[in-house]
């Protein structure tokens, strides 16, 4: 373009980055001029003007103070002696400090493939993002955090433009758009502690010389030229600071980088502009080694005690050869008409093996399994896991009256819940009302599943499962399913316990597959809700798998085999498979059943409100989780944390009525 231009006009051009030009665009220009950042002697002028009148605890002449500034433009200079001032001033002192000008320069950002500063603009709910033009068409909207923060880059002119504004309305004057500027709540900076990610403000860096880090950009999605240009901005940074690029994930809506660095060299990307946030990958694993390990390694189990609590699976029966399961078994009965006892499905043994061992993955690590309870198994659903024999209520209430009857049962797991009835309000139906009478009449306890959200149009779609998480959760595509509503039943929902999957374990350098939850937080398809009266429903909660998205396969969401799931028993124990993994709230309600069984070895004749009432009191809250509730006040008031002082993780949610 510059080759064939024949106008009569001057061009003049200027850059910020001329590192990531091509060096030939030098040779269409007749000048170059090349503005370097001020000396220290110009900076001791600098500080001298706009420190003038100010009251201080240190001497500009000291070139300890003017290096503090070294590297700097004007312009970086004047807004950290501002953002200093103001510090001075919210924090009541009469004399500006050197600690004032370390925690100014500290929260300044590095980097940024072009001049404008990066804000973030506390707002109203309900503001629309794009208002933000109206203060000033030199605002460009970058992202929305939550309902409350917005996320844009602004240019000097439009900072003036702001102040002005604001100085107009102060003195009374005619501002238009001034119910944008009200909608305002505060103005500030992205911090080191907002880019901080979940695992990296738990755990901290790691305490070796190096360590990897995936670092995400912010999105520009609107601008392709603008893109390429924050990405080549953002590697010749890295490669300025000897940060070693491992691994990349560029997308108009996702820019992720997995690099392996120094603390010294983190704290720099914890500051940089471009940067929306640093974390530690995932190493929360679930092995292939310990879910594809041969059962000739375990050893035999000895049949419980003669006088073990028996816990009773109602669902798609079981395989009760399963070498983990036989010694333990009781009694396999079918309730399902023409149907006999072993398992078609697998849903039914892999529960089973959870309501006998409770953590079974610590068992299997460990290798050791010593059943303390008898299993009994109740088959009410196909191959298919369904029932479509008529009534389920009518093949639960016979199971339950026969196991009560024959072998004294007072626990019984019910993983299973139907999508099609959730519970919005108003008064019980069909399964948990049969479940109640049973309950107060036989004097048992029904351990239920609060169920798990059913993928549909009003899904999250993509990028949005991780980004929208966990607000999703108090939609109503994730309230409870019949039967979870139940008064007397004890209703389980699901924690997510692992982050990393199975190909992150094996390609360490990708990031590709990005796990949705962080551990010890709610599973992305748990359900929750109230019952009758706002009964906080589920009451428990406890490790039932994570969800993770592949972004390298256009954000496919990786629901199963991903490696994010609950390992136990499989039905597929005589082809080589002895073990499993699967995520679901069914996979987390038995290993609260056997806890309930597991009370009755130390109080066998006591009453079902007691064992609920033990598991409830002894149980505490998971940090992550109540870390999540401080965060957001909406949290705060829906989510009871607890977590079992057995090694179990449990949790109480109580959702507000609708």
Not at 257 to 262: A, H, K, L, S
Not at 274 to 302: C, G, W
Not at 344 to 372: C, Q, S
Not at 559 to 573: E, I, N
Request: hydrophobic residues 40%; proline residues 5%.
């Amino acid at each position: 373009m510059l080759d064939a231009y024949e106008g009569k006009s001057i061009l003049v051009a200027a850059t910020n980055h001329e590192q990531i030009l091509d060096a030939a665009i030098w040779r269409r220009f007749d000048e170059v001029l090349v503005f370097e950042s001020p000396n220290l002697e110009q900076l001791r002028r600098l500080l001298t003007i706009k420190l003038r009148g100010l009251r201080r605890e240190f001497d500009i002449e000291d070139a300890r103070i003017t290096s503090m500034f070294k590297g700097m433009s004007h312009a970086d200079v004047e807004r950290v002696l501002r953002r200093a001032a103001k510090d001075m001033v919210l924090t009541g002192k009469e004399f500006l400090s050197e600690r004032h000008l370390q925690s100014a320069i500290r929260r300044e950002d590095v980097g940024g493939f072009d001049e404008r500063k990066l804000f973030r603009f506390t707002v109203q709910k309900g503001f629309n993002p794009d208002d933000l033009r109206k203060i000033s068409t030199e605002i460009e909207f970058v992202s929305q955090e939550d309902e409350t923060v917005v996320i844009g880059f602004a240019t000097n002119a439009a900072l003036a433009q702001f102040e002005a504004r604001l100085s107009s309305m102060a003195s009374g004057e005619h501002v238009t758009n001034k119910e944008v500027i009200y909608a305002l709540q505060s103005v500030d900076g992205w911090s080191a502690d907002n880019r901080k990610g979940w695992a990296l403000k738990q755990q901290g860096f790691p305490d070796r010389d190096e360590f990897m880090l995936d670092v995400e950009l912010w999105p520009l999605e609107d601008s392709h030229q603008a893109r390429q240009q924050a990405w080549q901005a953002f590697e010749s940074w890295l490669a300025e600071k000897r940060i070693e690029k491992l691994d990349q994930i560029k997308k108009p809506e996702l820019t992720l980088y997995r690099v392996r660095c120094t603390v010294a060299q983190a704290d720099g990307l914890l500051h940089h502009r471009d940067v929306r946030s640093i974390d530690l990958p995932p190493n929360f694993a679930l092995e292939r080694s310990v879910v594809f390990q041969d059962i000739q390694n375990i050893p035999d189990i000895q049949a419980p005690s003669a006088q073990a609590p028996g816990v009773v699976v109602l669902d798609s029966g079981i395989a009760d050869g399963h070498p983990l399961l036989k010694a333990a078994v009781g009694e396999a009965e079918s309730f399902l008409p023409g149907e006999g006892p072993h398992d078609e499905n697998g849903h039914g043994t892999h529960v089973a093996g959870l309501a006998l061992y409770g953590d079974f993955e610590k068992h299997l690590r460990a290798r050791i399994f010593v059943p303390n309870l008898r299993l009994y198994s109740g088959r009410i659903l196909d191959k298919h896991n369904e029932n479509t024999t008529g009534f389920v209520e009518n093949q639960i209430e016979e199971a339950v009256r026969y196991f009560v009857s024959k072998h004294l049962c007072k626990v019984f797991n019910l993983s299973f819940g139907d999508a099609n009835k959730p519970y919005l309000g108003g008064h019980l139906k069909g399964l948990s009302v049969t479940l109640d009478t049973l309950s107060r009449e036989l004097g048992v306890l029904f351990v239920v599943s609060s169920g798990n959200h059913r993928i549909n149009e009003d899904s999250p779609d993509g990028l949005e499962w991780r980004n929208q998480y966990p607000g999703y959760l108090l939609n109503d595509g994730w309230r409870l399913i019949e039967p979870a509503p139940a008064l007397n039943v004890l209703t389980v929902g699901s924690l997510a316990r692992h982050n990393q999957t199975y190909n992150s374990q094996r390609y360490p350098l990708d990031p590709a597959e990005l796990p949705i939850a962080p551990p010890d937080q709610p599973s992305p398809f748990t359900r929750s809700g109230h019952s009758v009266d706002g009964a906080i429903k589920p009451e428990l909660m406890t490790y039932g798998g994570n969800w993770a998205i592949n972004t390298r396969a256009n954000h496919a969401l990786l629901d199963r085999a991903a490696g994010l799931g609950v390992v136990s028993t499989s039905y597929q124990f005589a082809g080589g498979h002895p073990f499993m993994a699967d995520a679901g709230t069914s996979m987390a309600a038995p290993q609260v059943a056997h806890l309930a069984a597991s009370v009755l070895h130390e109080h066998p004749d006591t009453t079902a409100n007691f064992v609920r009432a033990q598991l409830c009191l002894n149980a505490v809250r998971p940090q992550t989780s109540q870390q999540l509730a401080d965060q957001d006040k909406v949290f705060k008031q829906v989510v009871v944390m607890v977590r079992s002082k057995k090694p179990h993780c449990t949790a109480r949610w109580k959702t507000p009525s609708p």
